[in-house]
Nanobody, 123 residues
Framework: QEQLVESGGGLVQAGESLRLSCAAS??????????MGWFRQAPGKEREFVGS?????SLPESMKGRFSISRDNAKKTVYLQMNSLKPEDTAVYYC?????????????????WGQGTQVTVSS
């Protein structure tokens, strides 16, 4: 059974940085073959696509500049680096894995999801 576990969330002040990690495990999880995505959901708001990575990262314009995504296939881990955090970045951040194929910003296109990690940015 493939599993994703996020870590690295917490409480920070505006302007600070955080790096989230998402580690994959499971006997059949050939990590390098998966597109990895990050999503977030703030209280009372719809889930939002943060970005994804296959060989290269792909982020929507709204996320570029402060956020970056990388992966280490040997460690089966994907990272979300968040800089210059703002209170509006407060959300639960989820990683997800999609078997092969193209990048996708659609949560339902992914096959495995993590449980999420809370990021809170105080002003």
């Amino acid at each position: 059974q493939e599993q994703l576990v996020e870590s690295g969330g917490g409480l920070v002040q505006a302007g600070e940085s955080l790096r989230l990690s998402c580690a994959a495990s499971g006997g059949t999880f050939t990590f390098s073959l998966y597109v990895m995505g990050w999503f977030r959901q703030a209280p009372g708001k719809e889930r939002e696509f943060v970005g994804s990575i296959n060989g290269r990262p792909s982020l929507p314009e709204s996320m570029k500049g402060r956020f970056s995504i990388s992966r280490d296939n040997a460690k089966k881990t994907v990272y979300l680096q968040m800089n210059s955090l703002k209170p509006e970045d407060t959300a639960v951040y989820y990683c997800a894995a999609k078997k092969l194929g193209l990048y996708s910003s659609n949560w339902d296109d992914y096959d495995v999801w993590g449980q999420g990690t809370q990021v809170t940015v105080s002003s």
